[in-house]
């Protein structure tokens, strides 16, 4: 297993230009035990949701014994000792809620987004939460405890009961309004157009909002001809596949046909350099998922043989910034949008605001607002100053654009059209800094390479804005929006802010 495998073999000449790599077992272990860091994100949302659970649910189970205990809340002294008996109180606490967290994730309440029916899942809460009680119940007996109330204990866990299912039910209800708006899907290929692959094809149309998954077509496999039916589906074969990832945005590949083992592992070293999710069904290649969990694909179970590495806390941290400084600029800026608004609406004819659709990550379609800073009718214009484009390749630009109105001109200058942009910052369609969002008609003339700048939400400004905004050169323009996805941390985008700052202040926009 630990020889060349030769990638060339099987991903297409693309993958020749590379070289081939080794693939050992050894290797492909320490890729898989990379942690999905957007699974860990979403399950210290979920367990921070529980403890407030548990909190909201202790003050219920105080209050509602303080009340019957004496008037004007005058048993609660009864409910709450002082001294070291408080601390050992704390430490009751701290062991239900401690108990009730490891058993929701024994259940796999924390894990992605179950498949199974919503009863089932809050039969799963309510079992974790008297389990956790019994326990709690345990522990005061072997150690003697005649401090806490016996009612309050049994009031919090009631209490707790409800306000959890209450909780996995909000969970369940955003993630699947989410999926319908888009937001959080997979991009999904299909490798294999037997029975199988049909049968998953099905649940993933069937129970698209439930799963959050996108069906995107087959991948043909050697020896197995599509049938008749996935004809319009197919995408290519195996050898189109590292064309075929970037091209449709793919997130997840799903293993459903026969795949040898020198296959899966040239596949895995792929997905690795793409950062690509491999699914497959659980007892196939055992030995390149040594520790799998199984989860359920509609009605089919589903193991991951490499897990991608999405960096997720710190895109979490990324998101909460971004709303943050949005919402702070957006309400000191608030009366220079109505003089701006004001300003364009006087001096011409037309709305204040400038709408047009634009491609976001993975090639979603939003609306980008914007000042508007040209006349009525602009777009129609401009095929007629085609040859007037200063810009090369797909890019268009000119330096005194007769469609720009005066105040346009000064809005441009220090770049204060882009400020209704931090609306789409708020609403998730952008980021503060990122590749720029460009139109579907230049999206329709991008080659494979520069599919990678759409891996990440669109920014209201980014590397090329402070590093080559006066150069026309298209691929300088995409080589470094590609050299920030394929780099991005977090101080680089404070340090990409503080340059957009100096730039804006210098009016050197155009």
């Known amino acids: 297993m630990g020889a060349n495998l030769g990638v060339t073999s099987v991903f297409g000449p693309q993958a020749a230009k590379a070289g081939p790599r080794p693939a050992s077992l050894g290797g492909l272990n320490s890729a898989k035990k990379r942690s999905a860091s957007q699974s860990v994100v979403n399950a210290v949302l979920m367990m921070a949701t529980d403890v407030c659970a548990v909190a909201a649910a202790l003050y219920l189970a105080l209050h509602f014994h303080a009340g019957h205990a004496g008037t004007n809340w005058s048993g609660l002294h009864r409910a709450i000792a002082v001294g070291p008996a408080m601390l050992m109180q704390l430490v009751y606490l701290l062991w239900f809620i401690t108990v009730l967290l490891v058993l929701g994730w024994h259940d796999g309440l924390y894990a992605r987004l179950r498949s199974d029916s919503i ?4 039969r799963m809460t309510v079992q974790a939460c008297l389990n956790a009680g019994l326990l709690l119940c345990g522990a005061m007996y072997m150690t003697h405890d005649s401090m806490t109330p016996r009612a309050v204990v049994i009031s919090l866990v009631c209490f707790t009961m ?3 299912c209450l909780a996995r039910g909000f969970w369940r209800y955003s993630s699947h309004r989410d999926f319908h708006k888009g937001i959080g899907t997979r991009n999904v290929l299909i490798l294999g157009t037997g029975h199988m692959s049909d049968a998953i094809h099905r649940q993933i149309l069937k129970h698209r909002r439930r799963l959050g998954r996108i069906f995107k077509g087959f991948v043909e496999l050697p020896g197995e001809p599509a049938a008749q ?3 319009k589906a197919v995408l290519g074969n195996l050898d189109e596949l590292r064309h075929l990832v970037p091209q449709h945005f793919i997130d997840e590949i799903i293993i459903a046909g026969d795949c040898n083992t020198s296959q899966v592992l040239e596949l895995v070293e792929m997905a690795a350099d793409m950062d690509v999710e491999v699914l497959a069904f659980p007892g196939l290649f055992e030995d390149m998922a040594p520790d799998p969990q199984i989860y359920y694909l509609g009605d089919f179970p589903v193991t991951t043989i490499h897990r ?26 608030a009366p220079l949008f109505v003089v701006l608004g004001v300003l364009i609406k006087v001096t011409s004819p037309g709305p204040a605001f400038y709408v047009s659709e634009r491609i976001g990550k993975k090639g979603r379609v939003f609306r ?11 777009d129609r214009m401009k095929a007629a100053l085609a040859s007037a484009n200063e810009r090369n390749g797909i890019l268009f ?8 109105t005066p105040i346009g001109r000064f809005l441009r200058k220090f770049s204060l059209d882009e400020l209704p942009q931090l609306f789409n910052v708020v609403w998730g369609d952008m980021s503060l800094v990122g590749p720029r969002p460009p139109l579907a008609n230049e999206v329709a003339q991008y080659e494979v390479k520069h599919y990678r700048r759409l891996d990440v939400l669109p920014g209201l400004t980014g590397l090329w804005q402070v590093r080559a905004r006066h150069d026309p050169s298209f691929d300088q323009y ?4 590609i050299a920030y996805v394929e780099n991005w941390n977090f101080w680089m985008d404070l340090k990409i802010l503080v340059r957009t700052a100096e730039v804006v202040l210098r009016g050197t926009g155009s």
């Open 119 to 122: 009863l089932h899942e809050q």
């Open 162 to 164: 409800p306000l959890l």
């Open 229 to 231: 039916s996935h004809s």
């Open 308 to 333: 991608r590495d999405d960096r997720a806390l710190a895109l979490l941290l990324k998101r909460a910034v971004d709303i943050a400084l949005s919402v702070i600029s957006l309400l000191l800026l």
């Open 368 to 378: 980008l607002w914007k000042f508007r800073t040209m006349m009525v009718g602009a």
């Open 397 to 404: 630009k000119i330096k005194n654009d007769p469609r720009v």
């Open 478 to 481: 995409v080589a470094l929006d």
